[in-house]
Structure formats: structure tokens, C-alpha cells
């Protein structure tokens, strides 16, 4: 409960009142997090595969990013891009190291939307063309760039007229992509998995002949890894399962630990802006740096990218194992899982909330788990059989 002005109000009913209603809230109030689990106001533990939308991949409150933030906010939280900073410096070497050897240059912003809007002015100012062709079921943000991007209407429609010269295509069809291929065409912009929309998983022939359309026809490639990235697949980024390479690739969500931060890796032989023609106030500071660093350094020695792709799979295996008429599909990369029904969701996720696990809707039949990396087997058995429980209940 909080204090104010002699009257004591709840969390909820603070952010009833003063807060512009953009969220549709669940109705508990979070104040801590350990791991996989975070507790409510009342100290009940919940499963955490939300994970932030994403965020959380090595897990809640890690003891070593609090340390680290710690030491950095102790000695420099913010330092804007026209002065140079260690942290910084070290960050954009480990992130061109990690990512194949045409991917050399970096740009460090807030989120994954502003990294898609970074991508899609840095195509066009590239190429001098304008079209950018995207797919349907797509979601790559909601800052008027990448909305423009964003397939569905619910999301567009309400703010129109959006930036121009954007068309959509089916996802995972060749054949309709070639059609829409033009002399004014400056990239071809796709989520490797697609997560909003339901996750949709490329084929491996699918993205293997864009990649040979964008270069038999001087298009760029941008790969939409805001979500994907940063070990959720089993791969540190999801294109790697493919063998093939964007020529743009942004990342977010994950890639600082929970601090805000967004980045696009980019082939400089294709990519060149001016000096001065895009920016950010916040985007590569220190603080957000050091996080970055550590989260990169915990993936790594934890061997949470080989642990999700081991966990995926048994989760994948164990959900399969579900005697339920109500699953229509299972799909899955690594930690990013998708349980499609074939009755809408809502209610399933509020009955699973109510058993202690968070998840979230990827579409109105879709239930999309994203849990921290950290994972263990015993908490993947606890939210399959609540899942198989709630499931039940369902049927009858």
C-alpha cells in the first residue's frame, strides 16, 4: 500500500487513476524477481514465461548484472555518442565479433522499434529507393516507421495515414514476393520467427531464396531479430539456423539484461549515412553498455544458448505430451514456443494466471511462451501441468 496525501491507495488503483489506459493489465502488481519466478505484493510466486515480452533471458534480478550496474551507475550513467566512452567502445567490438564477418558496424539505440526505424532509414538513405517490402502477421514496432511495417490493422489503422511506400506479402511464399519486387524496391525486411503474429518459423527454403533475391536484385536484407535474438532460439541470433546473413540485423529486447537498449549490425560495403542525419540522445550509454556486456558475458558462460535450445525442446516435448483435443499446434525455436488452440485464449491465460503462470497471447489463438533462459526442468513440468490442468477444464 502507498501513502499519499493521507489517503492510501493500492497500486492498481494508482495506475487506474493517473496512468492513460493503454495496457490492458492483469490485475496483480509484481515486485520482485528471482530467476524464472516473480512474486506479487502478496508474496505469491509466479512462473515467469512472459519474460518481459522477451526481455528477461538471463533471468530476473541476476546477481552479477546488479553488481554491475551498480559499479557503472557509480561511475557514469549517461554520455551522449559525441563523446567516446570505454564501455561503449567495448560493447561495439563485442558485438561485431559475435555476428559474421560482414556484419561490422553498429548503431546503439533504446528499443526495437527505434532500431527498426534505424533500419529503415538507413536502407533508404543507402539505396536511394523507398519501397520496403515486409510480411504479413509481421510486427516490428510502434513508432510510425515500424508500424508502417506492422501488418495488423488493429495496430495501424487507428493512427493513419502512415509513412508511405511499404507492402505486405505472405509469409514463408516466394511467388508473391517476386511480384512485388521492383526497381524502387530498398529492402526486404522479415522476423526470421514471427512472435506477435503467432510464432510463424521461416523455412529454410523460404529465407535462403530471399536471400538470393536480395542479391540478385541489389536489395537489401533486414532481419527483424528484436525478439529472436540474444540466445532465445538456440542460436545467439535466430538466422543462424539458416546459413545465411541480413545485411541489416537489429536486436533489442534481451541484449542489455532488462536495461533499455536497442542495436542494428550492419554490412557497411552496403550501408553509409552522413554524419548528423540520425542519432539518439540516450542510445549507447554507458550504463545500458555495461549491461550489455555482462548479459553477453552470462550467456556465455552459463551456456544459456545451448540450454535453451535443450530446454525448448523438452518443453516443446512435454506440452506435446498433453492428451488434449483443444491443441491445434505446437511450434517451436529453442525458447520461443508457441501452443496454438482452436478456442480462443484469453480465459486459459487468466486460469493459468491463476495457478501461479504468466504467459502471454501471440494472436487470439496462441499462447506464446517466453521464459528466461534459466529455466529448469521442474518449472517447465510445473507450467505444463497447469497447462494440461487448465486445459482439461476446458474440454469438459
Known amino acids: 500500500m502507498t501513502e499519499i496525501s493521507g489517503q492510501t491507495s493500492s497500486t492498481l488503483d494508482l495506475e487506474d487513476e493517473y496512468e492513460i489506459p493503454i495496457y490492458p493489465k492483469r490485475g496483480i502488481t509484481i515486485v520482485r524477481g528471482q530467476g524464472s519466478l516473480l512474486y506479487d505484493e502478496n508474496d505469491k510466486r509466479y512462473i515467469d514465461c512472459i519474460g518481459g515480452i522477451g526481455v528477461a533471458n538471463i533471468g530476473h534480478a541476476h546477481p552479477e548484472l546488479v553488481q554491475t550496474l551498480e559499479s557503472q551507475a557509480s561511475q557514469l ?129 523460404y529465407l535462403t531464396r530471399v536471400r538470393q533475391l536480395c542479391d540478385e536484385h541489389n536489395i537489401l536484407l533486414i532481419l527483424d531479430e528484436v525478439q529472436t535474438g540474444i540466445g532465445r532460439t538456440g542460436r545467439l541470433f535466430a538466422f543462424e539456423h539458416y546459413g545465411i546473413v541480413p545485411d541489416i540485423l537489429t536486436s533489442a529486447k534481451a541484449i542489455a539484461g532488462g536495461v533499455p537498449m536497442g542495436a542494428v549490425i550492419v554490412n557497411s560495403s552496403k550501408i553509409s549515412i552522413s554524419k548528423s542525419l540520425h542519432g539518439s540522445t540516450f542510445g549507447g550509454n554507458p550504463l545500458a553498455c555495461a549491461a550489455a556486456l555482462k548479459t553477453l558475458d552470462i550467456i556465455e558462460t552459463e551456456n544459456l544458448i545451448e540450454k535453451s535450445d535443450e530446454m525448448g525442446k523438452y518443453f516443446s516435448d512435454q506440452l506435446s505430451n498433453i492428451d488434449s483435443s483443444l491443441i491445434r499446434e505446437i511450434r517451436h525455436k529453442g525458447l520461443m514456443i508457441g501452443l496454438e488452440l482452436r478456442i480462443r485464449i484469453y480465459s486459459v491465460l487468466e486460469e493459468m494466471q491463476n495457478h501461479g503462470i504468466l504467459a502471454n497471447p501471440a494472436g487470439s489463438t496462441v499462447i506464446r511462451f517466453l521464459p528466461p533462459l534459466v529455466i529448469s526442468q521442474a518449472e517447465i513440468d510445473e507450467v505444463v501441468s497447469v497447462v494440461s490442468e487448465v486445459l482439461a477444464n476446458h474440454e469438459q
Do not use: W
Request: charged share 25%; hydrophobic share 40%.
Open 77 to 205: 550513467i549517461t554520455c551522449p555518442e559525441i563523446l567516446s566512452n570505454p564501455i561503449r567502445a567495448k560493447l561495439l567490438q563485442r558485438l561485431v565479433e559475435l555476428t559474421p564477418a560482414t556484419l561490422d558496424r553498429v548503431y546503439l539505440c533504446n528499443s526495437g522499434t527505434e532500431a527498426t526505424e534505424a533500419a529503415i532509414k538507413f536502407a533508404r538513405i543507402s539505396t536511394g529507393k523507398s519501397k520496403i517490402i515486409t510480411a504479413m502477421r509481421g510486427f516490428h514496432g510502434r513508432t510510425y516507421g515500424s508500424l508502417s511495417a506492422t501488418f495488423n490493422r488493429k495496430y495501424r489503422e487507428p493512427f493513419a495515414p502512415l509513412v508511405p511506400d511499404f507492402e505486405f506479402v505472405p509469409f514463408d511464399k516466394i511467388p508473391p514476393l517476386e511480384e512485388k519486387i521492383d526497381t524502387d524496391t530498398a529492402a526486404i525486411m522479415l522476423e526470421v520467427i514471427q512472435g506477435n503474429g503467432g510464432v510463424h518459423i521461416a523455412d529454410q527454403d
